[in-house]
């Protein structure tokens, strides 16, 4: 069983800041790639960023220059750092995980999934 918990979301005012972390775990679970999506009311999950532990990360063209996918490869953990927030941002922020190899971008290159986490961000 694999579980992935995430934390950090918040109510935050535009222009402000917010770090999400997400941490896997699970018997002999071994990740190569982590990404975050986000999904807002009424529309489609989305990919935000994503992160290859061999090496290599990428972003959406929408938050490209304001996010930051990092992580920490033995702990199975992935960070978010948002900056400069608008609130067209937000969403449910979710976390996901999987053991194959290259970077994911869409859905169906993550097998796990976690709870997600609500960033709000007022005007």
């Known amino acids: 069983q694999v579980q992935l918990v995430e934390s950090g979301g918040g109510l935050v005012q535009a222009g402000g800041s917010l770090r999400l972390s997400c941490a896997a775990s699970g018997r002999s679970f071994r990740s190569y790639r982590m990404g975050w999506f986000r999904q807002a009311p009424g529309k489609e999950r989305e990919f935000v960023a994503a992160?290859?532990?061999?090496?290599?990360?990428t972003s959406a063209d929408s938050v490209k220059g304001r996010f930051t996918i990092s992580g920490e490869n033995v702990k199975n953990t992935v960070y978010l750092q948002m900056n400069s927030l608008k609130p067209e941002d937000t969403a449910v922020y979710y976390c996901?995980?999987?053991?194959?190899?290259?970077?994911?971008?869409?859905?169906?290159?993550?097998?796990?999934w976690g709870q997600g986490t609500q960033v709000t961000v007022s005007s």
């Open positions: 992160i290859r532990w061999s090496g290599g990360s």
């Open positions: 996901a995980a999987d053991d194959k190899v290259g970077i994911g971008l869409t859905r169906r290159d993550y097998a796990y």
